[in-house]
């Protein structure tokens, strides 16, 4: 199966400006979820999907949106873009159904992540 | 809330000894723990994960980890490490259910030396 794939791999945008980031899961996984990586703050969830439905919310403000199409792949926008915004956003796909040992819970697999750049 | 420590930002170690890197965590209700692995320029790669069942889980690479409710660990392991080992360790917790919302630790910067 191939892997968790995101386009595009490098972005450089200006501050005010938006983004949009893409994120195609495995092939049969529904569940798509996204996260910052950043030297000061680390790894943060953002937002996870599963059949087009937003299922959480990190803690980020509203200029960070997303959704999900009926493909399962996912977008992710930022409009209004900040200084602090640079970070790399990763993708991680998960299947749904039950896991092992009867727990309902799968791994999540990532992809290789957006590095986003704000000048 | 949940959280993750990761108490040593970096782990030094030399080819052929055993390897540790630290994570303890802290959540209300049963928790289901994971360790990822990322290299340069790549994003987070699955070693292992603890849902129920035995408290030490192997894993990918030869990776284990030790899941110990009492002192709320969950250290990962490897008996003889190798230089290519060398990355960033990341630990994450969620609770049980279906939300995928993982907190991730600040992450172990693990270096073998040969």
């Known amino acids: 199966k191939a892997g968790v794939t995101q386009t595009p791999r490098y972005l450089i945008k200006t501050r005010g400006q938006q983004v949009t980031l893409s994120c195609s899961p495995i092939?049969?996984?529904?569940?798509v979820s996204w996260y910052q990586q950043t030297p000061g703050q680390g790894l943060q969830f953002l937002f996870e999907?599963?059949?087009?439905?937003?299922?959480n919310k990190g803690n980020f403000p509203g200029r960070f949106s997303g959704r999900q199409f009926s493909n399962s792949r996912s977008e992710m926008n930022v409009s209004t873009l900040e200084l602090g915004d640079s970070a790399l956003y990763l993708c991680?796909?998960?299947?749904?159904?039950?896991?092992?040992?009867?727990?309902?819970?799968?791994?999540?697999?990532f992809g290789p992540g957006t590095r986003l750049t704000v000048l | 809330a949940q959280s993750v420590a990761q108490p040593e930002d970096q782990v030094n170690v030399a080819e052929g000894n055993p390897l540790t890197v630290k994570c303890t965590y802290s959540?209300?209700?049963?928790?289901?723990l994971f360790w990822y692995v990322q290299y340069p320029n790549r994003g987070l790669q699955f070693l292992l994960k603890?849902?129920?069942?035995?408290?030490l889980v192997k894993g990918s690479y030869g990776f284990e980890a030790e899941f110990n409710k009492s002192q709320t660990s969950f250290h990962l392991k490897k008996p003889s490490a190798l230089v290519s080992d060398s990355a960033l360790y990341f630990c994450?917790?969620?609770?049980?259910?279906?939300?995928?919302?993982?907190?991730f630790g600040s992450g172990t910067q693990l270096t073998v030396l040969p």
């Open positions: 991680a796909s998960s299947s749904s159904g039950r896991g092992l040992a009867g727990s309902s819970y799968n791994e999540q697999f």
């Open positions: 092939s049969g996984h529904r569940s």
């Open positions: 999907y599963f059949s087009e439905t937003q299922r």
């Open positions: 959540v209300s209700g049963n928790p289901y």
């Open positions: 603890y849902i129920t069942g035995d408290n």
């Open positions: 994450a917790v969620t609770i049980s259910g279906s939300a995928r919302q993982l907190t």
